[in-house]
């Protein structure tokens, strides 16, 4: 099965990105047979989880700016990602 993490958090200079680190990487640890993409806003934050063969990235290049709801933006990119093949 394929899963796909959307990772936007880890942008924001708060604990809860690390937090959000922490949670995601317990499964990959212990998840062999399933395979994960983790959709980040940047793509510097690709690689974070590299060390995990059953890992992609993929940086989306998300504008959360203008008054936008976050979460309405991440709509977009993730479903041309998904048309795309990406996903």
Same mark, same amino acid.
């Given at each position: 099965? +394929?899963?796909?993490? @959307? @990772?936007?958090?880890?942008?924001?200079?708060?604990?809860? &990105? #690390? #937090?959000?680190?922490?949670?995601?990487?317990?499964?990959?640890? @212990?998840?062999? @047979?399933?395979? %994960?993409?983790?959709? %980040?806003?940047?793509? +510097?934050?690709?690689?974070? #989880?590299?060390? #995990? =063969?059953?890992?992609?990235?993929? =940086? /989306? &290049?998300?504008?959360?700016?203008? &008054?936008?709801?976050?979460? =309405?933006?991440?709509?977009?990119?993730?479903?041309? =990602?998904?048309? /795309?093949?990406?996903?």
């Amino acid at each position: 099965m +394929k899963i796909a993490v @959307m @990772m936007r958090v880890t942008d924001q200079d708060t604990g809860l &990105g #690390f #937090f959000t680190d922490v949670l995601v990487r317990t499964p990959l640890q @212990m998840d062999r @047979m399933n395979s %994960y993409l983790l959709l %980040y806003k940047e793509p +510097k934050h690709c690689g974070r #989880f590299a060390n #995990f =063969a059953n890992v992609n990235c993929l =940086a /989306l &290049g998300i504008y959360l700016g203008g &008054g936008c709801p976050s979460v =309405a933006s991440d709509c977009t990119p993730t479903n041309w =990602a998904i048309r /795309l093949g990406d996903i």
